[in-house]
């Protein structure tokens, strides 16, 4: 109900028309993640896929064979054909969360794919078309990250074409007793108990 969870609101309304790229920037915990399904449900890809990637999540080691996918053979293990997540968001949206935590080679790749529009497995050598809106987000302040040279300005530029800034709940204390009722609603079904409030 608050003016600036309205005013987020409206400008994910806005994004979902444009297939351009968006970046969400916010605290850990503010509802990037609902905000980029709310663009993707609203957008004409929205019977495409939804891939969302929390890049922290994944270990260092297999970043690049999670994203870009590889052939068979490509390395050790690599017993077959995997079809990465950038090939899987083909139709829909890829999501990548923490964007600022991608390392930097890695960052020359999306930004080739970005650009081309085409994306080549390690091991292949065959590019393979893709087309995807990318939808990224990120706790870190990115300009900072450029200015010490652990992010590139180009990647940046590239990917915040749409900046939305979704903002703490302290920020926007208004939704808190809306947020209370939700939880307890939810909360008192799943253990299957009325709880009238706080």
Do not use: W
């Not at 935590?101 to 890695?106: A, G």
């Amino acid at each position: 109900k608050s003016p600036k969870t309205r005013e987020v609101i409206v400008k994910a309304i806005k994004a979902s028309k444009s297939n351009a790229p968006c970046l969400l920037l916010g605290e850990t915990g503010t509802g990037k993640t609902l905000i980029a399904r709310i663009i993707h449900g609203l957008s004409r890809r929205s019977n495409g896929p939804f891939i969302d990637v929390h890049l922290q999540a994944i270990p260092e080691t297999l970043l690049e064979a999670e994203l870009f996918g590889y052939k068979k053979g490509a390395f050790t293990g690599a017993e077959r054909d995997y079809e990465g997540l950038i090939m899987r968001a083909n139709g829909g949206t890829l999501f990548l969360d923490e964007i600022g935590e991608l390392k930097k080679d890695l960052q020359v790749k999306l930004l080739k794919v970005l650009e081309e529009k085409k994306v080549r497995p390690i091991g292949d050598t065959h590019e393979y078309p893709v087309d995807f809106r990318l939808i990224t987000a990120t706790n870190k302040n990115l300009l900072s990250l450029i200015k010490d040279g652990f992010f590139r300005e180009d990647l940046y530029y590239r990917i915040n074409i749409i900046e939305i800034y979704v903002p703490p709940l302290r920020e926007r204390k208004e939704d808190i007793p809306v947020l209370v009722e939700y939880f307890l609603k939810r909360y008192g079904e799943m253990e299957g108990k009325r709880i009238e409030g706080i």
